[in-house]
């Protein structure tokens, strides 16, 4: 399954012109249609979207959802969600894909699917609107069209009202189309639970003495399955509670164990390796070059910044 990681990425993959911002993108359907694929196998990005489907034959699906038999319809994908799609070439309407940092733009304390449940990955479901209403929600969209079209010093900050503004009318249609909405704190209440067991998880995975058979614990995989949880699903839930994946934090804790192995034990670099649980000590070099740019040996060899700190004010 492909995954877009970039809006970048994720225009080049559905035959897009390259996006303006990294950010933030917006496009017209009617656009899109002349090049985009009628059909797109099942997909995931990284990046929350918003959609008003005017009018167009086929259906698109996010998660459990589809918008097949609606005309005028909002709908939404978030991260890390299974996206497909099956359209005929006559689609019109909008949307506008985003990531949660230019959410934050307004206020950096913000988290997007706390504000708006709607957004959480289980509960997008797509929604009717009217002629009317439907009239309503492309105004919104055009006027974030032209202060995007205009791209001016102030664009950013004001397309980001304009954002807040579409997602608190689409929170009132949500409200209307569902009964009771009481997911935030219980959902949130499940997602803080799942990260705290992954968190205990992770610490003990690296503890000595453990065989593993199957997934190792460099792998999200590992954490999913102890989890009972899909691991797409788990993954999401660790990113929107802490702001940075299941693989960020697995590499972070491993990153810490071995930078603390190099500093105060005499253990090899194969043995440090093979502490972590990599089958091939070069595996572990590698790794660890990624992310600090130096390998063991050098940053083993490497005086501790503290001590050096230390040292000169003794002297």
């Not at 877009?4 to 009617?30: M, Q």
């Not at 807040?164 to 959902?187: E, G, H, W």
Request: positive net charge.
């Amino acid at each position: 399954m492909q995954h877009f990681s970039t809006l970048k990425d994720y225009c080049k993959g559905i035959n897009i012109a390259p996006p303006r911002w990294d950010d933030f993108d917006f496009r017209s359907f009617e656009e899109n249609m002349k090049t985009v694929p009628s059909r797109m196998q099942p997909f995931k990005h990284e990046f929350y979207a918003i959609a008003i489907k005017i009018d167009g034959g086929g259906h698109a699906a996010a998660g459990n959802y589809s918008t097949k038999d609606l005309k005028a319809t909002v709908f939404f994908n978030s991260p890390y969600q299974i996206i497909s799609w099956d359209i005929k070439p006559n689609w019109q309407g909008y949307y506008v894909i985003f990531d949660q940092e230019f959410y934050q733009l307004l206020d950096r304390r913000k988290h997007i699917t706390e504000d708006f449940p709607f957004l959480l990955i289980d509960n997008t479901i797509p929604m009717s609107v009217s002629a009317e209403e439907a009239v309503h929600f492309a105004k919104l969209f055009t006027d974030m069209q032209f202060e995007f079209q205009l791209d001016q010093a102030s664009s950013k900050l004001i397309i980001a009202h304009y954002l807040n503004i579409l997602l608190l009318k689409t929170t009132r249609l949500y409200a209307r189309n569902i009964s009771s909405i009481k997911v935030t704190q219980t959902q949130r209440k499940r997602d803080l639970e799942v990260v705290s067991r992954f968190k205990m998880q992770l610490e003990m995975a690296f503890q000595p003495g453990h065989v593993y058979d199957g997934f190792q614990p460099h792998q999200v995989q590992f954490y999913a399955d102890k989890l009972n949880l899909n691991p797409n699903h788990f993954n999401a839930i660790v990113k929107r509670i802490t702001d940075r994946s299941a693989s960020e934090h697995i590499h972070s804790h491993i990153l810490s164990l071995a930078k603390s192995r190099l500093r105060n034990t005499s253990d090899s670099i194969k043995e440090i390796a093979f502490s972590l649980y990599y089958s091939y000590p070069n595996h572990f070099t590698n790794f660890f070059k990624s992310q600090t740019q130096q390998t063991p040996s050098q940053y083993r060899m490497k005086p501790d910044a503290k001590s050096i700190s230390v040292a000169k004010h003794i002297l």
